[in-house]
């Protein structure tokens, strides 16, 4: 079956860096599109960025550009998201999620497929 496995999170300062990895399994990786979400507490799921099934587009939420970078690695069936100063509101239960696109990607959740169980991300102020 398809599994989605994130990796990476965990309790930063302000200003820190961190990088997140999904590795995926069960699935033709090259045939998906790859988002992250996040979701913090009390608040709805949002996107993060996304990339497209062989990298050639990404995307990012207004909140994350400039300092997160979407990236993947088909030979490994791995997408990474590099997170640079860090602030507190980014803390979340950050998620990758797979959308079976060949071309493009999209940022709305309900377009994506698979999903994997979380990884928490705390940033202190």
Not at 11 to 28: D, I, N, R, W
Not at 44 to 55: K, L, P, Q, T
Not at 56 to 64: F, I, K, L, N, Q
Not at 81 to 98: F, G, H, I, R
Request: aromatic content about 12%.
């Amino acid at each position: 079956q398809v599994q989605l496995v994130e990796s990476g999170g965990g309790l930063v300062q302000a200003g820190a860096s961190l990088k997140l990895s999904c590795a995926a399994s069960g699935l033709t990786f090259g045939s998906y599109a790859m988002g992250w979400f996040r979701q913090a507490p009390g608040k709805e799921r949002e996107f993060v960025a996304a990339i497209s099934s062989y990298g050639r587009s990404t995307g990012y939420a207004d909140s994350v550009k400039g300092r997160f970078t979407i990236s993947r690695d088909n030979a490994k069936n791995t997408v990474y998201l590099q997170m640079n100063s860090l602030k507190p509101e980014d803390t979340a239960v950050y998620y990758c999620a797979a959308d079976l696109k060949m071309l493009g990607y999209s940022g709305a959740s309900y377009d994506y497929e698979y999903w994997g169980q979380g990884t928490q991300v705390t940033v202190s102020s």
